[in-house]
């Protein structure tokens, strides 16, 4: 199975300030097709997970632009800028590249 | 307006069994893939399989874990997917989430969520 590794654990934040979240695949997530099936999900507190980002980089229906996604091969990047209090919760990577789908632990992005 | 509601959740003792059910509505049913995703309490998520749409035949994938006790079926005429899960153990506990998979040429990630039920196995 792909081990999906996130970074940092947990991540507080000044609001109007930038997060970062990265997320390390145990193999490469580039497809046959040669694209990468590797996405970002948000859960607030009490929610159901909520689809941010797709193919790495690509921002999902009414996802403000302030995330942003990046990266390649083994390695990604969630970025939110101006970080506001709508943005608590924790931040999933995910690929399904490989079956079986696995996701990364998680990250707490929480107001200072 | 894409819905996904699951429903069946509840306690259930070791080794017994429990059927969820996933009622969709707002899209094509039979058009999509439809996964299953499980959160135990306060943990991360976990994929517990998939139900491919018609074209591919509704074949089905499950993890490890689940594989040999767990079983999706679909019923079109009630836009309804079902996870039978038989031999439930304590480690099942958990949120059942299911999940539309949009998997066209080019597109493949999971964009609706159901809101979840829960399943909690204990004595």
């Known amino acids: 199975d792909i081990v999906m590794t996130q970074t940092p654990l947990s991540s507080p934040v000044t609001l109007g300030q930038s997060a970062s979240i990265s997320c390390r695949s145990s193999?490469?997530?580039?497809?046959?097709?040669?694209?990468?099936?590797l996405s970002w999900l948000q859960q607030r507190p009490g929610q159901p997970p909520r689809l941010l980002i797709y193919?790495?980089?690509n921002r999902f229906s009414g996802v403000p632009d302030r995330f942003s996604g990046s990266g390649a091969g083994t390695d990604f990047t969630l970025k939110i800028s101006r970080v506001e209090a709508e943005d608590v919760g924790v931040y999933y990577c995910?690929?399904?590249?490989?079956?079986?789908?696995?996701f990364g632990g998680g990250t707490k992005v929480e107001i200072k | 307006e894409v819905q996904l509601v699951e429903s069946g959740g509840g306690l259930v003792l070791p080794g017994g069994s429990l059927r969820l059910s996933c009622a969709v509505s707002?899209?094509?049913?039979?058009?999509?893939?439809i996964d299953w995703v499980r959160q135990a309490p306060g943990k991360g998520l976990e994929w517990v399989g998939r139900?491919?749409?018609?074209?591919?035949?509704?074949?089905?994938e499950y993890a490890a874990s689940v594989e040999g006790r767990f079983t999706m079926s679909r019923d079109d005429s009630k836009n309804s997917l079902y996870l039978q899960m038989n031999s439930l153990q304590s480690e099942d506990t958990a949120v059942y989430y299911c999940?539309?998979?949009?998997?066209?040429?080019?597109?493949?990630?999971?964009?609706?969520w159901g809101q979840g039920t829960l399943v909690t196995v204990s004595s």
């Open positions: 193999q490469s997530l580039v497809y046959s097709d040669g694209d990468t099936y």
């Open positions: 707002g899209f094509t049913f039979n058009d999509h893939y």
């Open positions: 999940v539309r998979v949009l998997a066209v040429t080019g597109l493949y990630y999971f964009d609706y």
């Open positions: 193919k790495i980089s």
């Open positions: 995910m690929q399904n590249t490989q079956f079986p789908v696995t």
């Open positions: 139900s491919r749409n018609k074209a591919k035949r509704y074949t089905t």
